[in-house]
T-cell receptor, first 114, second 116 residues
Framework: EPEVTQTPSHQVTQMGQEVILRCVPI?????FYWYRQILGQKVEFLVS????????KSEIFDDQFSVERPDGSNFTLKIRSTKLEDSAMYFC????????????FGPGTRLTVL | AQKVTQAQTEISVVEKEDVTLDCVYE???????LFWYKQPPSGELVFLIRRNSFDEQNEISGRYSWNFQKSTSSFNFTITASQVVDSAVYFC?????????????FGQGTELSVKP
């Protein structure tokens, strides 16, 4: 069964460093998402991406964040200058189409900013 | 504004008991979709069930069942004969049809502990 994959599973970085989180969505899916979950809290929407552009972004997704689909399979989230408060689990998700389609999530990348 | 509320932060039951997880949502959209996801201790988010706003028929799938009531904006989830492997955090989520990006709005989650 196809699944969303994410690498790395755990990333440790120093404050101020750039990180890139990588995702490979399910191959025939067209809509891609990033969410984050601070430890012990709820899952929060960051950004949605369709047709090579951002569809919607949340207030969390400020100028320090960017997303890219550099090729036909990868979907990346870049944080330019990490802050302590960026420490969280980051989930990638994808879905085939609009409407009733279900979003399927990757296993997550745990980002720790020291 | 859209919002999902899961009032139960933690529930503890003994194996084989039935347990119901509550979810109340707010939306101004007339067409929307509701979901339940499970997050086991390993951390991944696992899709469980989905319901469309125009289909209020309640269903049973194995040990899972759900009760969708538009009149009270509730989408409750029941596990029958709970098992230790059901221990996890359960999230209710809402997606509005008018939202082109299709983002999910999650509740705070309910941590279910099933004891042997």
């Amino acid at each position: 069964e196809p699944e969303v994959t994410q690498t790395p599973s755990h990333q440790v970085t120093q404050m101020g460093q750039e990180v890139i989180l990588r995702c490979v969505p399910i191959s025939n899916h067209l809509y891609f998402y990033w969410y984050r979950q601070i430890l012990g809290q709820k899952v929060e929407f960051l950004v949605s991406f369709y047709n090579n552009e951002i569809s919607e972004k949340s207030e969390i997704f400020d100028d320090q964040f960017s997303v890219e689909r550099p090729d036909g399979s990868n979907f990346t989230l870049k944080i330019r200058s990490t802050k302590l408060e960026d420490s969280a689990m980051y989930f990638c998700a994808s879905k085939r189409g609009l409407g009733t389609d279900t979003q399927y999530f990757g296993p997550g990348t745990r980002l720790t900013v020291l | 504004a859209q919002k999902v509320t899961q009032a139960q932060t933690e529930i503890s039951v003994v194996e084989k008991e039935d347990v119901t997880l509550d979810c109340v949502y707010e939306t101004r959209d007339t067409t929307y979709y509701l979901f339940w996801y499970k997050q086991p201790p390993s951390g991944e988010l696992v899709f469980l069930i989905r319901r469309n706003s125009f289909d209020e028929q309640n269903e049973i799938s194995g040990r899972y069942s759900w009760n969708f009531q538009k009149s009270t904006s509730s989408f409750n989830f029941t596990i029958t004969a709970s098992q230790v492997v059901d221990s996890a955090v359960y999230f209710c989520a809402l997606s509005e049809a008018r939202n082109q990006g299709g983002k999910l709005i999650f509740g705070q989650g309910t941590e279910l502990s099933v004891k042997p």
